[in-house]
Nanobody, 126 residues
Framework: QVRLVESGGGLVQPGGSLRLSCAVSGRTLTYYATAWFRQAPGKEREYVGGMSWTGSSTYYRDSVKGRFTISRDVASNTVYLQMNSLKPEDTAIYYC???????????????????WGKGTLVTVSS
């Protein structure tokens, strides 16, 4: 059974940083693409960024490019989202996700992902 558990959210001032973690069990990260999504209050869930199954490629939505970085630790089977220069508009619940397609490509559509964590809340406010 695949399980994803996010952690690391919290309250941070504008311009600050947070690192989110996504601990994955029941699945070896090295075979599957992973992604981060977010959902702000009253808005639809949106793609933030993702990493290929090889770990060598990443992709980000335009609004977070240069500020957010996705990485992973194969030994601990954990995916990370480093968020710098945070803005109030980054406030949202952040989710990590993966799917059952071995060697799958980076995809931005929600329907592409079949396994989700419960999310962690990030609030950017002074």
């Amino acid at each position: 059974q695949v399980r994803l558990v996010e952690s690391g959210g919290g309250l941070v001032q504008p311009g600050g940083s947070l690192r989110l973690s996504c601990a994955v069990s029941g699945r070896t990260l090295t075979y599957y693409a992973t992604a981060w999504f977010r959902q702000a209050p009253g808005k639809e869930r949106e793609y933030v960024g993702g990493m290929s199954w090889t770990g060598s490629s990443t992709y980000y939505r335009d609004s977070v490019k240069g500020r957010f970085t996705i990485s992973r630790d194969v030994a601990s089977n954990t995916v990370y989202l480093q968020m710098n220069s945070l803005k109030p508009e980054d406030t949202a619940i952040y989710y990590c996700a993966t799917n059952d397609l071995r060697h799958g490509t980076i995809e931005t559509g929600i329907s592409y992902y079949t396994h989700w964590g419960k999310g962690t809340l990030v609030t950017v406010s002074s």
